[in-house]
């Protein structure tokens, strides 16, 4: 049974749980694939410990907060972004963690949709007297976590669109030329993206026409996510940039060539076969594939045949825009490549959600309606 929203929180609980988001967020990098999780420990209304989950296969939040605490974690008042978890697996659970403590009181911000926690950790803590409430500050707990919570409850990834265009919406000139139309700063932008996400995602045409690293390279982030190449006839060149880079590539394909092959995985490159559709890779089937690997964040840097191909199949979840103060003409090449519409009431439907400055540009967050 799941614990039941508190409609009484008081300041101290409001401020509690912004501090264990706070220190969630410090996973932001590093947890993947499991969730961002904070942890305080809150005792006659003074912090006795905190923690938060710092890379998957260490201790999980509610574990640093209780060693940090020690024996003043009795009685105590753990507020957790997430219901803590109730199986074993690289780690013990946190609930049986939190009972041998003698924690008196568990609040959590949201559900943990792992059918192997998916409320048995609030009922075991329930069970052992300890009093549980749910759903503090719970948008900022699912925002964190996106990735990992649809993952769970649809079996596939979060999908980040990147896209980079001026103010008339061109990516390149004519003749492919772009760099580089957004600035220094937004370039930089990205980087935190790409550090965030399990996956970053391409298509065949960027990796020939741009011999892009896909890499990432910020200070903060000590894991590289998988770099991923959606070619659809195993035509990644193995002198490839993206494969001479520290981390894993996974090229995706629907026809296969055995001597291309070899002549790839001698590089270290993981090759999978999947049905095509449209003449590239499933696009759902590369999903599907991705979430059951346990990615939760994917980001896509492609160019407009690909990055329209996850609009008009609606496999997006967030479009994030990069909108340089500049202007390139009508025959500059698109933002997206999308079938012409009969009538205007077909056109797709966008919220937008963020809009901030990156250096000189902006970065615009849309979400579908």
Not at 137 to 164: Q, T
Not at 267 to 282: L, N, S, T, Y
Not at 299 to 315: D, M
Request: hydrophobic share 45%; glycine share 8%.
């Amino acid at each position: 049974m799941n614990a039941v929203a508190s409609t009484h929180w008081t300041e101290a609980d409001g401020l509690a749980m912004a501090r264990a988001l706070q220190l969630a967020q410090r996973g932001l990098y590093s947890t993947d694939p499991n969730p961002r999780v904070g942890c305080v420990l809150l005792r006659d209304g003074a912090t006795v410990g905190e923690g938060w989950h710092e890379r998957a296969g260490g201790p999980h939040a509610e574990v640093a907060a209780l060693t940090a605490a020690g024996a003043a974690a009795r009685g105590s008042t753990a507020y957790v972004t997430l219901e803590p978890c109730n199986q074993y697996g690289r780690t013990p659970p946190c609930s049986l963690a939190l009972i041998e403590a003698g924690v008196a009181r568990v609040v959590y911000a949201i559900d943990d949709p792992n059918p192997e926690v998916a409320g048995a950790g609030a009922a075991r803590l329930r069970e052992h007297g300890i009093a549980v409430d749910s759903g503090l500050m719970a948008a900022d707990a699912e925002a964190l976590n996106a990735g990992f919570l649809k993952r769970w409850r649809s079996g596939r990834p979060f999908v980040r669109v990147k896209l980079a265009a001026s103010l008339d919406g061109r990516t390149a000139l004519a003749n492919g030329e772009s760099r580089w139309i957004t600035s220094k700063a937004a370039r930089a932008d990205v980087q935190h993206f790409r550090a965030r996400s399990s996956v970053v995602l391409t298509g065949i045409g960027t990796v020939l026409a741009d011999d892009p690293a896909m890499n990432v390279r910020i200070e903060e982030s000590k894991r590289q996510p998988l770099r991923v190449v959606l070619d659809s006839a195993l035509r990644t060149p193995p002198e490839a940039r993206l494969i001479h880079r520290q981390g894993g590539v996974l090229l995706i394909a629907s026809r296969d060539d055995a001597q291309k092959r070899q002549l790839l995985e001698r590089k270290g490159v993981e090759i999978v076969i999947v049905q095509e559709k449209a003449g590239h890779p499933d696009l759902g089937a590369v999903l599907d594939l991705l979430g059951k690997r346990g990615a939760n964040e994917v980001w896509v840097e492609a160019g407009a045949e690909l990055a329209g191909a996850f609009v008009r199949e609606r496999l997006f979840d967030e479009l994030v825009i990069y909108l340089a103060p500049t202007l390139l003409g009508p025959d500059a090449r698109p933002l997206l490549q999308l079938p012409a519409l009969a009538a205007l009431e077909d056109r797709p439907k966008l919220r937008f959600t963020e809009c901030v400055a990156a250096g000189d540009d902006l970065r615009i967050t849309a979400v579908p309606e």
